[in-house]
T-cell receptor, first 112, second 110 residues
C-alpha cells in the first residue's frame, strides 16, 4: 500500500463512451503524475501537475483530458478513445517535483 | 535507439544467486531511479540516486555518471524478487519528466 489509490482498477469502454479515471493520494504530496504503460512498451509520462498547475503535457492527444481540482486528487477524463489507447494507466505522486514518486496500482483500460 | 537501455531484457535464475541488472543512458540526467513492478501492475520505487551507491536490504544500486551507467544488484535472490525491474532517468532539463527503460523481467526459481 503506497498511499496512492486509483479507481476503477479495470475499465472496458467503447470508442464513443466518456469515462473518467480517478487518483487520490493520502501522502500530503504536492505533485501528481499520469503515466501510460502499453504492452511491450516502456512507461510514458502523460501529464504532470505541481500545486494543481499543469507543468508537463507530453504531446498527449486531446481525447485525454486531465483535471487536478486539489493537491490530493487527479482525474483523467477519457472520450472517443481508440483501441490503441488500451493500456495500464498509472498515477503517481511525489512530495515535490524531482522527489521520489509513489505509484498507485493502476487502471487497466480496454477500449473496444 | 532509446535514451534508456536495460540489459538483459529477461533473466531467469535459481534462488540464492547474485543478480545484476544493467541500465545505460545517453542523456544528461539529474537522477536515476530503479523501480519494481509486480504482476498486476503495481510499481514500487526502490532507489533514487545521483552518484555513488545505495543499499537497502538485499538490494544495491550503483551509478557511474561519467560512464552513464547504473546497475541494480540483488544478493541471495528469492522467488519473491520475481518482478519487472525498471530503470528511469530524470532529465536535467524538466527534471519532473522521467524517461523509462523497457524493463528487465526477472524470474527466480526455487
Amino acid at each position: 500500500e503506497t498511499g496512492v489509490t486509483q479507481t476503477p482498477r479495470h475499465l472496458v469502454m467503447g470508442m464513443t463512451n466518456k469515462k473518467s479515471l480517478k487518483c487520490e493520494q493520502h501522502l500530503g504530496h504536492n505533485a501528481m503524475y499520469w503515466y501510460k504503460q502499453s504492452a511491450k512498451k516502456p512507461l510514458e509520462l502523460m501529464f504532470v501537475y505541481s500545486l494543481e498547475e499543469r507543468v508537463e503535457n507530453n504531446s498527449v492527444p486531446s481525447r485525454f483530458s486531465p483535471e487536478c481540482p486539489n493537491s490530493s486528487h487527479l482525474f483523467l477524463h477519457l472520450h472517443t478513445l481508440q483501441p490503441e489507447d488500451s493500456a495500464l494507466y498509472l498515477c503517481a505522486s511525489s512530495q515535490d517535483l524531482r522527489e521520489t514518486q509513489y505509484f498507485g496500482p493502476g487502471t487497466r483500460l480496454l477500449v473496444l | 535507439k532509446n535514451e534508456v537501455e536495460q540489459s538483459p531484457q529477461n533473466l531467469t535464475a535459481q534462488e540464492g544467486e547474485f543478480i545484476t541488472i544493467n541500465c545505460s543512458y545517453s542523456v544528461g540526467i539529474s537522477a536515476l531511479h530503479w523501480l519494481q513492478q509486480h504482476p498486476g501492475g503495481g510499481i514500487v520505487s526502490l532507489f533514487m540516486l545521483s552518484s555513488g551507491k545505495k543499499k537497502h536490504g538485499r538490494l544495491i544500486a550503483t551509478i557511474n555518471i561519467q560512464e552513464k551507467h547504473s546497475s541494480l544488484h540483488i544478493t541471495a535472490s528469492h522467488p519473491r524478487d520475481s518482478a519487472v525491474y525498471i530503470c528511469a532517468v530524470a532529465l536535467i532539463q524538466g527534471a519532473q519528466k522521467l524517461v523509462f527503460g523497457q524493463g528487465t523481467r526477472l524470474t527466480i526459481n526455487p
